[in-house]
């Protein structure tokens, strides 16, 4: 075992625990041994398996805490003036048909689905894109079937605020957007502000 992981382990020398770029049926392979077999001589040599972690941040900008203080002073202003303030986002697309998904529900009988993901067997994808109003508490939903493009983005907007937002804020003439600078509402993204130009152009 040790020929085989020689030169392909790493470890920590402070707690004496060790890992290796070799998968357990390798190690099974060279050592004409069941995987089970393996792993359990792993362990006791004091190998252990690890994960990937998310904790490395790329350097923040400097003037970032500036940033959201300034976006916190924009929402009070908004809210105690009685203005609007949206917070929006795109989700991830969804396939459409029987697939599986994490959501449960009382029933008495489960429901059969695709044993597989495929995109062919699909009846067409729905892309959710969430409005959030922050002053009232309300979520609104509008659902894509194609791409989700600025174009998409802005319509989105646009049907909240026929449907919902102007019958909430008649006397309004400002609307505050919170966006997460994605890819649909990218800061650099031209559709993007044309689009929230011409909504500010045909709403006043």
């Not at 040790?2 to 770029?21: F, I, N």
């Not at 597989?116 to 892309?127: H, K, L, M, R, W």
């Not at 049907?159 to 400002?174: A, E, F, L, P």
Request: proline share 3%; hydrophobic share 35%.
């Amino acid at each position: 075992m040790h020929a085989l992981l020689d030169g392909a382990t790493a470890g920590d020398p402070m707690c004496a625990v060790k890992w290796t770029r070799k998968s357990t049926r390798v190690v099974a392979r060279f050592l004409r041994v069941s995987p089970s077999k393996a792993w359990r001589m792993l362990r006791k040599e004091k190998y252990r398996l690890r994960f990937n972690r998310k904790r490395l941040y790329r350097k923040t900008h400097p003037e970032r805490d500036r940033q959201f203080r300034y976006i916190n002073r924009l929402r009070r202003d908004f809210k105690k003036s009685g203005d609007p303030v949206i917070s929006v986002d795109a989700k991830k697309r969804e396939l459409v048909g029987l697939f599986r998904n994490g959501g449960r529900a009382w029933r008495q009988d489960a429901i059969d689905v695709s044993v597989y993901d495929f995109p062919s067997d699909a009846q067409g994808v729905a892309i959710p894109y969430g409005i959030y109003d922050d002053g009232r508490g309300d979520g609104f939903v509008v659902v894509g079937t194609s791409h989700n493009t600025a174009e998409f983005a802005t319509h989105a907007i646009r049907t909240w605020w026929m449907d919902v937002g102007r019958k909430q804020y008649q006397k309004s003439k400002r609307l505050l957007i919170l966006a997460d600078s994605g890819s649909s509402n990218a800061a650099r993204a031209t559709a993007w502000k044309l689009g929230l130009q011409t909504l500010a152009d045909k709403f006043g």
